[in-house]
């Protein structure tokens, strides 16, 4: 169960710096915790999911790190689509 948050947190880290290397942002820095609360009983899957972006970068602005995680969410995180549909995920943003 760690290894599958570890790939969301892979998969959409990789988006992430893909999108904002087209939006003309100089990462210096992209670092993500994903955490997820998962159901007590059996088969203890996960019921939802958070994501920690601490981004810095010449050139980012809240609104280019946005557009550039919703996207992820939403449309390119291949993993995060492999999931039960009915799994929420949400986030939290940090500009350094």
């Known amino acids: 169960m760690a290894t599958l ?3 969301v947190g892979g998969c959409s880290g990789a988006d992430v710096v893909s999108i904002l290397k087209k939006m003309q942002v ?3 820095r992209c670092d993500i915790t994903v955490t997820g609360r998962r159901a007590e ?3 203890k899957r996960y019921l939802d999911l958070k994501l920690a ?6 050139g980012l602005d809240e609104a280019k790190a946005r557009r550039a ?9 291949s993993v ?3 999931l ?8 939290e943003l940090v500009l350094e």
């Open 5 to 7: 948050l570890c790939a």
């Open 26 to 28: 100089e990462l210096e």
């Open 41 to 43: 009983e059996h088969p």
């Open 53 to 58: 972006f601490r981004i810095a970068g010449a």
């Open 69 to 77: 995680i919703d996207l992820s969410i939403a449309k390119y995180c």
């Open 80 to 82: 995060i689509h492999s």
């Open 84 to 91: 039960n549909p009915d799994i929420p995920v949400s986030y």
